[in-house]
Each structure stands twice: as C-alpha cells, then as structure tokens.
C-alpha cells in the first residue's frame, strides 16, 4: 500500500523535527509499503525535516516540486505575469512574503512568524533580492491582516490563474501554478490507491480522494470548514500520531 504524509501539523509539531516515536513507525510501515512526503515546504526545507527519509519520494511546495532519486524538479511554474501581479501586491501593501524557486528564493519573514523557523533551516540555497526571481513556482503572502486577506485573495483569484490557497487561521495565502496540488503531482506520479495522513487545507484533495484519509486535529474549526469527513480523527500528538501508523502495520486496517 502507499502512504502520503503531510510533515507540518500532522507529523511534526514543533517545525524543527519529526519526534522519534513517529519517525520509528514510519519506518516499521516502510519495510511492506511504499511512503511519500507530501509537504507546504519547498524540497530544501523538506529535506532537514525528514533526514531519515530523503531519499523517498518528496512531493514539496503544496505539489509545485519533486525530488526523487535526488532529483529536483518543478511540476508546473508560476506565469511571469502572475509573478509580476503578485510582487505588485506585495509592494502595494507592504507584505512579508517568500517566493519560491526550484531551489533558491527570496524572502521577507518577521521572526515571530513559525515559518521563520522553517525557512533554509541547513542553509541550502540562497535568500535573494525580489527584482531577481524571474521563475517561481510557489509564492506565500504572511501575515496579511485580517481585513486585507479576503480582499486579496479575491483578487488574485480573479485577476490571475493561480491556485490559491487562504489560511485564515495563520493570516497568510499560498499560491502555486494553476491546478498545482499535492494530489494533482501525487497522479503525475502513480496511480495507485492511497492513505493519507493530513492537517489543513494544504492536504484537501489528498483527502478527499484517498483510500483511507487521517486527520490529526490541532482542536481548531479547520476540518468544519474544509467540510471533510475523514475516515479517522486522531490528536495531534506525537504518541497519539505514532499509534496510529503503527495501527497501519495491520492488514486488518485496509479492509
């Protein structure tokens, strides 16, 4: 069987590392199984979250890029001018951000925002000025304030192709290529049946359209209104998490 999983929210909950517990019942599933990581993080900052695991397929970039065999490559790109709009936005209002390149990016993060943490953790690529991204394959609006992120989704929504994404929860928007996803890339690479373990709205196709979908649930209104019903529901612990997957050893739960 193969198993997706999402790392932020849903295996990891700290945005620096994987607790042992997890990480050992991941690896007790992959000796029968295939895995693939499914994650918001660009391949360079999935990498140092799953050491253990970076030669499995990576899927980063809610779907914009792949690593497999240690080979890097983007799905889909952002347009040039749906880049432009979205940097014009971003001067407009004077927003933190960070563009996404294969590789290297640009960023503007205040250090209380958890993703600060996240960002190049190994120092793997580059942080460059904005006027030198010219490709892009995810971009993230932060800390956009609440009565800015309706009006701003809305209008990128209309006035680009974009797929965009809006946790209102954490005040920030995702964009990627139009129909770039994490289950889009996931088919792009086999069209096997799945499970999945997710948290948020990042994981919303994979959910729906698993074999088996996990939701590990941080206690917030998130699952309300994505309106999913998973087939389990399990605390977004790390020995609540590791049960679970150790759950999938067997047989019994593919039936």
């Known amino acids: 069987m193969l198993y997706v999983f999402d790392v932020d929210g849903t295996l990891s909950f700290n945005g620096v590392e994987i607790d042992s517990e997890i990480v050992n019942a991941i690896k007790q599933l992959a000796r029968h199984n295939e895995i693939i990581f499914a994650s918001a993080r660009p391949i360079r900052d999935l990498i140092p979250i799953v050491p253990?695991?970076?030669?499995?397929?990576?899927?980063?970039?809610n779907g914009a890029l792949v690593s497999r065999n240690g080979h890097t490559y983007s799905i889909k790109p952002i347009s040039n001018c749906d880049i432009q709009l979205t940097k014009n936005i971003i001067k407009k209002y004077d927003l933190n951000y960070i563009i996404d390149s294969n590789w290297d990016y640009s960023a503007k993060v205040?250090?209380?925002?958890?993703?600060?943490?996240?960002?190049?953790?190994?120092?793997?690529?580059?942080?460059v000025a904005i006027s030198s991204i010219k490709k892009a394959v995810k971009i993230i609006l932060l800390d956009i304030n609440n009565n800015l992120i309706d009006k701003i989704s809305a209008f990128i929504k209309q006035n680009t192709s974009l797929s965009v994404i809006k946790h209102t929860d954490e005040n920030n928007i995702d964009l990627t290529a139009q129909n770039i996803n994490k289950f889009s890339t996931l088919r792009t690479i086999t069209d096997s049946n799945y499970i999945v373990f997710g948290n948020d709205s990042n994981d919303q196709e994979l959910l729906v359209n698993a074999f088996k979908s996990n939701w590990v649930d941080d206690g917030s209104n998130k699952l309300n209104r994505m309106n999913l019903q998973p087939d389990q529901i399990v605390l977004n612990s790390n020995d609540e998490v590791a049960k679970l997957i150790q759950s999938y050893t067997n047989v019994d739960n593919l039936k």
């Open 52 to 61: 253990t695991f970076k030669d499995k397929t990576l899927i980063g970039a």
């Open 110 to 127: 205040s250090a209380l925002n958890p993703i600060f943490k996240q960002l190049d953790p190994d120092q793997l690529a580059e942080n």
